[in-house]
């Protein structure tokens, strides 16, 4: 379909649906901010600093609480809300793996009040899936590669932001009780959700503690047949979660806060199913069948725990101090891969197993921000970030190291200045953050499988050793921008913010294949900067909200993802350069409690194929978006509320790469009704309403050799919730 079609169709369904879009995802609804005060004014705690939004020269998202609610209610996870409200975030995989999941091009950090979710070592594409949503009051994204977060966040960070503490004194009960079902009803695709937040406050003492448990059934697409499992990096659909949530706060004084939070999350899948191939020459994709998976289920848990002490007056300034622990295991599935074939433990080559990843980090945080005293339009912030991991991936039905322990450290002192100038007419910001980083990693053993002499003889396979070392790297990241606002509610910014993250560590230690290695001397564990220019224009005025921005982002020593010939991605460093062009316009219109909306984002990557220098190819669907247009219509009256939002992923093709690996495309509509009771909140929530058959972006475009990661997308599914407040 081309983009012109898509827009006069986008419209017509606009007018034709009355009810629907464009639901501003700050802090408030159009029309609907407090005296004074606009959606850029909010504090992103993501950006570290008192400032209002409008002061600092980023593009910045804010999905607030009801808005959150809202995708919650259509989609079920924070991922996929964030996916279906940002035209530049890839549309995800709908599997729990989120490889290849893009934000601007590159991948995204997630955080949980600022506390990273990844595993740098070993990266297991499970950060989207820590917490349960019902724990999360909103979602700060901060688009484009910067250090605000530390390691990470080459794409951007999404930082979920926990539900606050009780702010009168007494008990508060909050509940969710949700119902979802595919089209049809069938009794093997229902699923359920039960939640509850208890919160009290006594004075300047408050605790609040909550559970919440979710059975998912089988997934079905649009055409009414079951999609199938991905058995090794695991399920959504088929699986049960369950998190624990609590807080605990004192209020030291009016200014001084002590917390504590802690979460634990598991997820696991049921193994009720096993897949059933499809046919990607006859366009059939894989579905699924009754039977039990061979080994222990994928399963994702998560643990974390925080401490923080802020105080909003310290001698002029605010200063933020926290500590955290955080734990992760993700378990795959397994097979009788090629790569685990060891003859010493069973020479016939049908050797099943499957890995895991156990990560652990503890990390501080500490900062200070205030103005310069006698020049108060010159604000500063100082601080100091501390991060050790250890992590390691091993086969769990053999024990074996596929990825040996590694520890990970990073220490990052950073400064940043904001400077106002002729009454804020203009504003001059940037910094810098110096990250001194070492890896220690002992001798070992590669598997078997990576010393072959003839891979199709599993009688060659003999491991690789591999001499250990304590690589390190330091480095400086700079950060600068203007931001002018001649006129209020006119803002335009130019910036520049370098990135930093390490290439999966894990991947390329457990893929040597050359004898002799040391790693002390190993350049492919060189760190990836990523550098972001942009230039960006906002209006918000009247009842209109409009944004445009394009944005360069360049690595010399990029990483990328490429299959090895047994389907097991590996990592090629390259140089990688990424543009795009965004574009969003909300506007309430002469309809009471009507609101339109219109986004769009536009990306091209490029990188070196062959290693001649030149970058002549174009980046694969493992690690770039499509185009797309995002359309949404919001209304609101009384007790009554609707969405409707419409995701035009347009057609592309990727140069350089092999021409079956091109995307067709495909449009997804979600349809949101709520009425407000006196019991609650009661919402009805339908994910692709006009149940359209699609393939996923990931299996469209990746893997085009393999049969078995050939899914369809989810068809019509609808989720009947209530919310209530005790």
């Known amino acids: 379909m081309r983009f012109s079609h898509i827009l006069a169709f986008s419209v017509s369904a606009l007018g034709f649906a009355k009810p629907a879009v464009a639901q501003d995802m700050a802090e408030s609804r159009p029309g609907q901010e407090a005296p004074g005060t606009r959606a850029s004014d909010i504090v992103v705690t993501a950006a570290r600093t008192q400032l209002p939004a409008s002061a600092l020269p980023l593009t910045i998202d804010v999905i607030?609480?009801?808005?959150?609610?809202?995708?919650?209610?259509?989609?079920?996870?924070?991922?996929?809300?964030?996916?279906?409200?940002?035209?530049?975030?890839?549309?995800?995989?709908?599997?729990?793996?989120?490889?290849?999941?893009?934000?601007?091009?590159?991948?995204?950090?997630y955080a949980i009040d600022g506390i990273p979710q990844s595993t740098p070592v070993r990266d297991g594409s499970r950060d989207g899936y820590t917490i349960d949503p019902f724990f999360i009051d909103r979602v700060e994204v901060i688009y484009g590669s910067n250090a605000l977060q530390g390691i990470g966040g080459t794409?951007?960070?999404?930082?979920?932001?926990?539900?606050?503490?009780?702010?009168?004194?007494?008990?508060?009960?909050?509940?969710?009780l949700q119902g979802t079902a595919a089209d049809g009803f069938d009794?093997?695709?229902?699923?359920?959700?039960?939640?509850?937040?208890?919160?009290?406050?006594?004075?300047?003492?408050?605790?609040s503690v909550g559970g919440a448990f979710q059975r998912r059934g089988a997934f079905v697409d649009g055409k009414g047949n079951r999609i199938g499992v991905d058995g090794t990096q695991g399920e959504i659909q088929d699986s049960d979660s369950w998190s624990v949530f609590g807080r605990i706060g004192y209020q030291?004084?009016?200014?001084?806060?002590?917390?504590?939070?802690?979460?634990?999350?598991?997820?696991?899948?049921?193994?009720?199913?096993?897949l059933v191939p499809g046919d990607r020459a006859a366009g059939i994709p894989a579905s699924s069948t009754r039977g039990t998976t061979q080994g222990n289920p994928p399963s994702n848990r998560a643990d974390m725990v925080s401490l923080a002490l802020r105080d909003s007056d310290l001698a002029g300034g605010s200063f933020t101090l926290q500590g955290f622990y955080n734990q992760t295991r993700d378990t795959f599935g397994g097979g009788t891969f090629a790569t685990f074939q060891d003859p010493m433990i069973d020479p016939t080559g049908q050797l099943f197993d499957q890995s895991a990843n156990k990560s652990r980090k503890l990390g501080g945080k500490v900062s200070y921000e205030r103005p310069v005293p006698g020049f108060e339009d010159l604000v500063v912030t100082i601080g100091f970030d501390a991060l050790l991991d250890k992590t390691r991936q091993y086969l769990v039905q053999t024990g074996r190291d596929w990825v040996p322990e590694t520890e990970f450290r990073s220490f990052a002192p950073f400064a940043q200045a904001n400077l106002a100038l002729f009454d804020g007419l203009l504003r001059l910001a940037g910094g810098l953050r110096h990250e001194d980083v070492k890896l220690k990693v002992g001798d070992y053993e590669t598997l078997a499988s990576y010393g072959a002499t003839d891979r199709a003889d599993v009688?060659?396979?003999?491991?690789?050793?591999?001499?250990?070392?304590?690589?390190?790297?330091?480095?400086?990241?700079?950060?600068?921008?203007?931001?002018?606002?001649?006129?209020?509610?006119?803002?335009?910014?130019?910036?520049?913010?370098?990135?930093?993250?390490?290439?999966?560590?894990?991947?390329?230690?457990r893929g040597i294949t050359e004898q002799g290695v040391d790693i002390d001397d190993f350049l492919s564990l060189e760190p990836v900067i990523s550098n972001n220019k942009e230039l960006g224009v906002e209006v918000e005025r009247g009842p209109l909200k409009a944004s445009a921005s394009y944005f360069w982002s360049s690595s010399k020593l990029g990483s990328r993802l490429v299959l090895n010939p047994d389907g097991i991605f590996e990592v090629v460093r390259a140089p990688v350069e990424i543009e795009g062009l965004e574009l969003s316009l909300a506007t309430r219109t002469p309809v009471p409690g009507l609101d339109l909306s219109i986004g769009f984002s536009h990306l091209t990557g490029r990188t070196d194929d062959d290693g001649d220098g030149i970058l002549e190819a174009d980046l694969d669907g493992a690690n770039i978006s499509p185009d797309r247009v995002n359309l949404a219509a919001d209304f609101e009256s009384g007790r009554f509320s609707a969405r409707t939002q419409a995701r035009f992923y347009l057609k592309r093709a990727f140069d350089g790469q092999p021409a079956e690996a091109s995307f067709s495309g495909y449009t997804v509509l979600d349809v949101y009704l709520g009425y407000r009771t006196d019991f609650g909140l009661v919402s009805l929530g339908i994910q692709n309403a006009l149940d359209e058959y699609y393939l996923t972006y990931d299996s469209d475009t990746v893997r085009t050799?393999?049969?078995?990661?050939?899914?369809?997308?989810?068809?019509?599914?609808?989720?009947?919730?209530?919310?209530?407040?005790?």
Do not use: C
């Open 252 to 274: 030291l004084t009016e200014d001084t806060r002590l917390e504590l939070i802690a979460n634990h999350f598991e997820l696991e899948g049921n193994n009720h199913y096993v």
């Open 64 to 109: 607030n609480s009801q808005m959150l609610d809202r995708q919650l209610v259509i989609s079920g996870s924070t991922v996929d809300a964030v996916s279906a409200l940002l035209p530049s975030f890839s549309p995800t995989r709908e599997k729990l793996s989120g490889a290849g999941e893009s934000l601007r091009g590159r991948a995204p950090l």
């Open 705 to 726: 050799f393999d049969d078995n990661r050939y899914f369809a997308g989810r068809g019509r599914t609808l989720t009947l919730s209530l919310q209530s407040e005790f």
């Open 155 to 176: 794409g951007g960070v999404v930082n979920q932001v926990t539900v606050p503490a009780p702010e009168n004194d007494g008990l508060r009960i909050r509940t969710l």
């Open 187 to 207: 009794g093997e695709a229902l699923g359920g959700k039960l939640a509850a937040l208890a919160g009290w406050r006594s004075g300047a003492f408050d605790a």
């Open 459 to 509: 009688s060659t396979y003999q491991p690789v050793f591999v001499a250990g070392g304590s690589p390190s790297f330091s480095d400086t990241l700079f950060n600068g921008g203007v931001i002018l606002e001649p006129i209020d509610g006119i803002r335009a910014y130019g910036s520049y913010a370098e990135g930093y993250t390490i290439a999966d560590v894990g991947r390329i230690l």
